[in-house]
């Protein structure tokens, strides 16, 4: 993406959010009718899983004003959707490719060394999935 001063630039222009900790159960509609509360959207792209094209709890949003993708990030930024609290950070534009998880797994880098079990997020944590293995008669055992 070039140098640190023009990653600095693009994100003082930018009418772009990243937008993190989405249940993976959020559909794009969701988002749209909250985020729409602060203007007008040109596009929401949605995060997926790299190899399961199913979404993995991020997206983009980008407005076509930066005022209001500026206010969004003062009243929707820490607020609840879908039961979770959501974070909205700025993004210097969204290319091509940064849909997809970068971890892994094809999901998101964070999500496999969750530990707890968040069922917003399918469960737990993919490093710690691989180790609760299903017992015969049923039960979970690690």
Do not use: H
């Amino acid at each position: 993406m070039g140098s640190r001063a023009e990653q600095d630039r693009l994100l003082r222009i930018s009418t772009t959010l990243y937008v993190g900790n989405l249940s993976f159960y959020t559909t794009e509609e969701q988002i749209y009718e909250l985020f729409s509360k602060c203007g007008d959207i040109r596009r929401i792209i949605m995060g997926l899983d790299k190899y399961k094209k199913t979404p993995c709890g991020f997206c983009f949003v980008e407005y076509y004003q930066r005022a209001d993708a500026e206010n969004c990030m003062r009243y929707i930024n820490g607020t609840r959707l879908d039961d979770r609290i959501i974070r909205t950070d700025w993004d210097a534009g969204f290319i091509e490719g940064r849909q997809y998880g970068r971890g892994k797994t094809g999901g998101q880098v964070r999500d496999e060394y969750r530990s707890d079990f968040d069922s917003g997020r399918g469960g737990y944590g993919k490093i710690i999935q691989q180790k609760v293995t299903p017992l015969s008669d049923g039960a979970f055992g690690r």
